[in-house]
């Protein structure tokens, strides 16, 4: 069987946080005219609480690296380029030189410049800083697949997504996948599981479910959904993250305020709804009292307007979270005054 | 070949229209109006602003329900339905804009682009609270070249059309985005080897008047209240085809004389053409020619377009002795107000103040220049652009269509000339239907330059892109006349917004078929 035959069989799917199926985008790529096309692997890890990748480095590079060049050779590639944040760079770099030798595949190591930020992980932006400019989303369509590095047909995958690759090359693939666990837990870390593990199976195999009051943030420590205790039986959506959080030991409005931060320091400022958006509901979210309607309305503009997926992740884990969270505690659990809860029960949906 | 064509809804009305087209060209080409600030025909898509946002329904990927798209970049596609001003583009458009105006300073009372502007027209026309978010540029610098042209960074919405109109368009590259996210701004980029040249093309193309050219309206103002000079104009003849656009007129109907009659209603009082001391400038250039090699080697430059020496005199100074020596046509028209017209009517050149108007921002730098002087003092005063004087005529509430025609004073020759704004100097030499053909289309052509028996091969260039190009062939012309603004003075910096492309070919065509005099 080929290649991408076995993919297919494996039902693999990317393991960058967006999930698209991998034996799809091969084939898009394959397919798409050109004899110049390129692969490359997202080592960038941006996403807060996210460390699968750097572990999967420093343990599998080897895998990593064939699974790339099982690539190359697949779609007959010209080169591959291992874009890897600059904190890896410097922890790993002899180990990728050293695997990438032993491969013998065209493969350049890249060493994502810090300035590039989260951001710089997109893919499309991720294109852009490799080609030297500034590290902001493109125009999509077109896609990578038929228009990326150099406007030439490309593959973009995930560090685990090429291990997969490897593992279901070889044989030896059995449906795991890699997760990180933070926050409020006992054991954090790293944890290689069944990909079809609910949230609630995760943490009670990794010995992590809380005795105490709880709720989790999924998928990403910036950009995944907040879910409570009564909603931990789907599986880990995104980049495989649980981040667990002590319902007792956080403000909100400093959680939220966090959060918003985060994203409005790491917005590229291409769009008005993200570089405006973002600076004017952390402004909102700093004061004392609260316009939950002007907030609402920012948060509904971002997912309808933002230029990339950044500004449509914004929404997330602040709706989410007083979807999830909020709404459903009684207003003594949450460090809220009961007038706020209300506003915040009218405004947000 | 044919095109394909494709069946779209617009706000429910079935539109058959090219594969391809963006469905804000659809929409605009079917009259339907889609608000926007970044679009601009003569660059990429940038669809930063979100401002152009249009339901298209049909379910996305994620949330099943109808999206929300930017117009400007999204291509139409066969059955697609598309919704301008539902409720949800409401919200989102006009939240956007109002954001948009938190990153703009609004300094409507001095603003030249007051009564254009597109900001307070969406304000108005969508009723956006413009004061839910205060301002936050408020200490971001105003970056100022020479007296000509400015960035005024508490009013940049940050589309980057300037950068564009700056890199895309002019190859100068002087004007960089600096820094990330939100303290992005646009700046002068911090390189040896790189300066600006004054063309304006950036402030052509800047959707609310961030980047400028220097207002010195309400110094004319100011003269033209005191009454203690005599105040000139210099009226470049290119002037009355632009400005129908801003005055709601079809090309030709606005005549010289009309707008002569504008000037003196503000209290000018005396209005010559600016092009009036071309034909004296053609003979001293075309004498230079011939006379040709002593201490040249190479071509003839022109030296009609304070853009293009200030390029010259900064990137290629070994070609500044070719330069032709004859002084640019407004200072040369200057001058023979100051010293022979004055002379002749026995006035006193310091009590004279002479503006000229055209569509340059350059100019406002060529006024200053040591060699525009004459017995020490300027032979312009002040160099105004055509928005400039929109301004004012819209300011005093001027209906130029209604005005009657009033004769353009004159020394030395016609009272109009009809340069139409590139190879102006060296009309009279060339096969002028030749020369009309394409003149101005941006890019470059050669033609066959007569003077007497005497042949030269003569290269004008639209837009100082071409004009780089053309310096590495300096064996190939004998003479080059480069206008800095792509389509030449008619799309120059200082020209109503919008000028694209389009407009520009638009105005020649205008020029052409329309004669100055009645």
């Known amino acids: 069987m080929d290649i991408l035959s076995k993919i297919k069989k494996a039902n693999l799917i990317g393991r960058g946080g967006a999930c698209y199926p991998v034996a799809d985008k091969w084939q898009m790529v394959k397919e798409a005219k050109g004899d110049e096309k390129y692969v490359v692997c997202n080592a960038s890890e941006g996403e807060p609480g996210v460390k699968k990748d750097g572990y999967i480095i420093e343990h599998f590079a080897e895998r990593v690296i064939d699974g790339m060049a099982i690539a190359i050779e697949f779609l007959g590639a010209k080169q591959g380029i291992f874009y890897v944040n600059h904190h890896y760079f410097k922890r790993h770099k002899k180990l990728l030189a050293t695997e990438v ?47 990326g590095l150099w406007s030439r047909p490309t593959l973009v995958n995930n560090v685990e997504t090429f291990y997969d690759v490897s593992l279901v090359a070889a044989g030896e693939y059995q449906g795991e996948r ?3 666990l933070s926050g409020d837990c006992l054991y954090e870390g790293v944890f290689k599981l069944p990909a079809d593990f609910s949230i609630e199976k995760i943490l009670k195999a990794t010995h992590n479910l809380p005795k105490f009051p709880f709720f989790v943030q999924v998928g990403g420590d910036g950009s995944g959904e907040v879910l409570n205790q009564k909603q931990l039986k789907k599986p880990v959506g995104g980049a495989g993250s649980i981040r667990v959080w002590s319902l007792e030991k956080y403000q909100p409005a400093r959680l939220l305020l966090n959060w918003i931060t985060f994203f409005q320091g790491e917005s590229c400022g291409q769009c008005t709804p993200c570089r405006e958006g973002t600076y004017r509901l952390k402004e909102i979210l700093s004061q004392e009292k609260v316009d939950w309607n002007t907030v609402a309305e920012l948060l509904d503009n971002l997912p309808d307007t933002a230029f990339c997926a950044l500004g449509c992740a914004v929404p997330t884990p602040i709706r989410s979270y007083i979807n999830n969270v909020l709404k459903v505690q009684p207003a003594g659990a949450v460090k809220l005054p009961e007038e706020t809860l209300r506003a915040i029960r009218e405004s947000i949906k | 070949m044919v095109k394909k064509t494709v069946k779209i809804k617009i706000n429910d009305q079935e539109i058959v229209c090219e594969e391809g087209k963006t469905i804000f060209e659809v929409a605009a080409a079917n009259g339907i109006e889609i608000p926007t600030l970044c679009e601009h025909p003569d660059f990429p898509h940038k669809a930063n602003c979100r401002v152009c946002a249009v339901e298209v329904k049909g379910p996305s990927a ?26 949800r583009v409401k919200r989102s458009r006009n939240l956007n804009l109002e954001m948009i105006f938190a990153e703009h300073v609004e300094k409507c009372a001095t603003c030249v682009w007051r009564l254009n502007c597109k900001l307070l027209a969406y304000a108005e026309k969508f009723k956006i609270p413009i004061n839910r978010f205060k301002d936050r540029k408020g200490d971001r610098p105003i970056y100022k070249f020479s007296n000509a042209v400015e960035i005024d960074g508490t009013q940049c919405i940050d589309c980057r059309n300037c950068i564009d109109a700056c890199s895309l368009g002019q190859n100068i590259n002087y004007l960089e985005l600096r820094g990330k996210g939100l303290d992005q701004e646009v700046a002068p980029v911090k390189k040896k080897g790189v300066e600006c040249i004054l063309c304006g093309q950036c402030a052509v193309h800047c959707p609310v008047s961030a980047a400028q050219e220097q207002a010195h309206w309400q110094e004319v103002e ?73 201490g040249r080697r190479g071509p003839l430059l022109s030296s009609c377009c304070p853009a293009w020496v200030r390029y010259v005199e900064f990137y290629r100074p070994d070609l500044v002795k070719n330069l032709a020596t004859a002084k640019a046509p407004q200072v040369a028209s200057g001058e023979m107000i100051k010293a022979g017209w004055a002379e002749k009517n026995k006035f006193d050149p310091r009590d004279i103040l002479v503006v000229s108007i055209s569509p340059c921002t350059a100019k406002k730098f060529e006024t200053t220049r040591r060699e525009a002087k004459i017995k020490g003092r300027p032979a312009v005063d002040i160099a105004l652009t055509t928005r400039e004087i929109a301004w004012l005529f819209k300011k005093n509430n001027l209906d130029l269509a209604g005005l009657k025609a009033v004769s353009l004073d004159k020394f030395d020759g016609e009272a109009v000339t009809d340069y139409p704004g590139s190879g102006q100097i060296m009309l009279p030499f060339l096969d002028k239907k ?12 050669t033609f066959e330059l007569k003077i007497g028996k005497k042949k030269f091969r003569f290269c004008r260039v639209n837009g100082i892109r071409h004009a780089q190009e053309k310096l590495k062939e300096l064996d190939t012309f004998d003479y ?12 120059g910096g200082g020209e109503p917004i919008p000028t694209t492309r389009e407009l520009v070919c638009a105005r020649a065509a205008a020029m052409l078929k329309t004669k100055a005099k009645k």
């Open chain 1, 101 to 147: 030798a032993k491969s013998g595949t065209a493969i350049e190591i890249f060493s994502k410049p810090v300035e590039a930020g989260y951001i710089g992980g997109e893919e499309t932006t991720a294109l852009n800083v490799i080609e030297g400019k500034r590290a902001e989303p493109r125009h999509r369509p077109p896609f990578p697949p038929t228009s």
């Open chain 1, 178 to 180: 890699f997760y990180t």
């Open chain 2, 62 to 87: 994620s949330s099943g329900r109808a999206k929300l798209v930017p117009a400007c970049s999204v291509p139409v596609r066969d059955g697609m339905e598309v919704i301008t001003a539902s409720d």
């Open chain 2, 222 to 294: 100011k003269a033209l209240k005191e009454k203690k000079k005599r105040v000139v104009a210099l009226l470049a003849p290119y002037v009355r085809i632009s400005l129908c656009e801003d005055f709601k007129m079809n090309y030709g109907e606005l005549k010289a004389e009309q707008l002569a009659a504008a000037l003196k209603f503000l209290g000018f009082s005396h209005v010559f053409d600016l092009g009036a001391s071309l034909p004296a400038l053609a003979a001293a250039q075309s004498r230079e020619l011939i006379k040709g090699e002593k």
């Open chain 2, 434 to 445: 030749k020369y009309y053909e394409k003149f101005a289309e941006e890019g470059s052509e």
């Open chain 2, 480 to 491: 080059l006349e480069v206008l800095a603004c792509p389509g030449g003075c008619i799309g």
